[in-house]
């Protein structure tokens, strides 16, 4: 009966059920979006644009990003079977989804968003997915950033009345009506490591950046 169910989860009904159910529950968000703008502006003026968020709170952001369908976003996703639920879910609102992780095909699909960000000039990443530990930056998105001159934009969101899953992220699901915010960081630049250590320098300083947005 369970391996049944797994089959189910994963099949494209379900996916497209899945899809249809956050765009009604989001729906009844009250959405306020921040600093916007200026991301956008950077982006028209031709500056290649990474948006980076926390796994924990990527689900508030789903709807609002079909928005940004025109700009030809590229998001990388796990290769696994909740990566296949997920992708699904984001080529429905438009977005490209190279597929893999530090631990399968991991290479290929940083190679592959890499020459989308080139060719685009837009993408998201999860900076601690797909299984953590949370808040931890990993290194990928520095590569991704430096290879394909990307500015790197802050990504937060949050909500005045929310569940917080026991998982390892501690995964945010807004309440129906409650307020929600979604919050863009002022842009970082970031310079070609002379070594090693400058380069594990820039991940702790993005680190650094945004574990203030994290929610404990």
């Given at each position: 009966?369970?391996?049944?169910?797994?089959?189910?989860?994963?099949?494209?009904?379900?996916?497209?059920?899945?899809?249809?159910?956050i765009r009604v529950y989001s729906m009844t968000f009250r959405l306020r979006v921040e600093n916007?703008?200026?991301?956008?502006?950077?982006?028209?003026?031709?500056?290649?644009?990474?948006?980076?968020?926390?796994?924990?709170?990527?689900?508030?952001?789903?709807?609002?990003?079909?928005?940004?369908?025109?700009?030809?976003?590229?998001?990388?996703?796990?290769?696994?079977?909740?990566?296949?639920?997920?992708?699904?879910?984001?080529?429905?609102?438009g977005w490209h989804t190279p597929r893999g992780s530090s631990s399968r095909g991991g290479k290929?699909?940083?190679?592959?968003?890499?020459?989308?960000?080139?060719?685009?000039?837009?993408?998201?990443?999860?900076?601690?997915?797909?299984?953590?530990?949370?808040?931890?930056?990993?290194?990928?998105?520095?590569?991704?950033?430096?290879?394909?001159?990307?500015?790197?934009?802050?990504?937060?969101?949050?909500?005045?009345?929310?569940w917080f899953f026991n998982s390892w992220d501690r995964f945010m699901l807004p309440k129906p009506?409650?307020?929600?915010?979604?919050?863009?960081?002022?842009?970082?630049?970031?310079?070609?490591?002379?070594?090693?250590?400058?380069?594990?320098?820039?991940?702790?300083?993005?680190?650094?950046?945004?574990?203030?947005?994290?929610?404990?």
């Open positions: 009966m369970l391996k049944r169910l797994k089959f189910i989860i994963y099949t494209r009904p379900f996916i497209v059920l899945v899809y249809y159910f916007e703008n200026r991301w956008k502006d950077l982006r028209e003026q031709g500056t290649t644009v990474l948006l980076c968020a926390w796994h924990q709170q990527f689900f508030s952001a789903i709807c609002h990003f079909k928005t940004y369908s025109k700009f030809n976003p590229g998001l990388m996703i796990s290769q696994s079977k909740d990566g296949d639920l997920i992708s699904g879910v984001a080529h429905r609102t290929q699909a940083m190679d592959a968003m890499i020459d989308h960000l080139k060719t685009y000039g837009f993408g998201a990443h999860i900076l601690d997915g797909p299984q953590g530990p949370m808040g931890r930056v990993k290194a990928g998105v520095i590569k991704m950033a430096l290879e394909a001159d990307a500015v790197v934009i802050p990504f937060y969101t949050s909500a005045e009345n929310a009506f409650s307020r929600v915010f979604l919050t863009f960081g002022q842009e970082i630049r970031l310079e070609s490591p002379g070594s090693k250590d400058n380069f594990e320098d820039q991940r702790q300083d993005l680190e650094k950046t945004m574990r203030p947005g994290l929610f404990p």
